[in-house]
């Protein structure tokens, strides 16, 4: 278990933006070639919308029967009406973007490439001297952690997320008293087998006489 996104700084991806720039002045001026074409396309769509909107209306009102749409025949008039319809507004906007195929083909192609990349427009960079710095933390740590369970625990197996879970989560309090630093933790009554390790592993952990910088030292008590 270890310190997430330390080491890291969110920076501008230059080259990715470099290439968002390039793109979008390429596609600004396809826009501009097609004015005409893309004018009467989106017009074309907005109608387009509204049918399809009209024909979603019709398809709710309908059952299925044995694989068959059912509807009044009124309603299933109006309905193929709507469906004619649009099949010819798609063909009339394929027919325009098949006037220009080339300049349709690539305008698609940079809006494609603009949408992938928008997002990427950050990356995180390593800030070398803080990851040396968590490393050394994180490996010192593991050191640490090792150590304790082989000397007060009686050499305990644990992964750290473990021992995160069952100890280093443990809430308690300080108080400084007479040049002792002590420290109560409140024991979980739900894993009195790891609270009974943990206890004598204190009373270890005590005996070792460690001292924090001003020269207290560390007494722990289990509660």
Known sequence: MWLVGYGKKLVDNVTVLEKIERLRIQ????????????????NMEETLQLKINEERIYREKSTIEKGTRRLSE????????IQKEINSIKRKIKKIEKDHPKQ??????????LARIIDKKKIYSVDVELDQIMTCFQISFANICCYLLDECFNGEKMTLQRLFEVIFDLQGE??????????????????????????????????????????????????
Do not use: W
């Not at 009124?74 to 009406?81: E, R």
């Not at 349709?104 to 490439?113: A, G, I, V, Y």
């Not at 400084?176 to 270890?204: T, V």
């Open 27 to 42: 596609k600004n001026e396809l826009e501009r070639e097609l004015k005409d074409p893309l004018d009467k396309i989106r």
């Open 74 to 81: 009124h309603d299933m008039q109006t309905l193929k009406s």
């Open 104 to 113: 349709f083909t690539s305008l698609k192609k940079k809006r494609d490439e």
């Open 174 to 223: 300080v108080r400084i008293e007479n040049g002792c630093r002590n420290i109560f933790i409140k024991r979980n009554p739900k894993q009195q087998d790891i609270m009974e390790k943990l206890e004598s592993a204190l009373d270890s952990i005590n005996h070792m006489g460690v001292e924090d910088l001003n020269g207290c030292t560390y007494n722990f008590k289990l509660l």
